[in-house]
């Protein structure tokens, strides 16, 4: 799965560059965004052995995971506890899978348009 690979590469460059971040956010928003990458990959490589109807709870798990890691990113960035290169090559391979998770997202709605309407609220 492209997508899973592409997730796994932006966790190995994150996970290299968790090292250098400050100890003031190393063990708080350092960890969580290393929580939010391994959940994500968790929701997508599960969805990736479902069938194609269940599948869609999972992508969309995997979007909102993914959503909030960027976030954190930003306000490491922000707090100069990222730097600017390291930032944008992250940001480079996250964005990436975010756009190839939304395609997927995308493709199982038109295939399940009434998983769509079912999970709107979540």
Known sequence: MPVLQKLKTAYLLWFGYCATIPKT???????????????????????GFLSRQDKLPYVRLG??????????????????????????ALSRDVDEVGRMLGG????????????????AGK
């Open 63 to 88: 979007i909102r995971k993914l959503d909030t890691a960027k976030i954190l990113l930003l306000v490491l960035w922000e707090s100069k506890s990222l730097d600017n290169k390291k930032y944008i």
């Open 25 to 47: 956010h190393r063990y708080t928003l350092g960890n969580r965004i290393d929580q939010l990458f391994i959940e994500t990959i968790e929701a997508v490589s599960t969805a």
């Open 104 to 119: 997927w997202h995308g493709q199982l709605t038109k295939q399940n348009p009434a998983s769509s309407k079912e999970g």
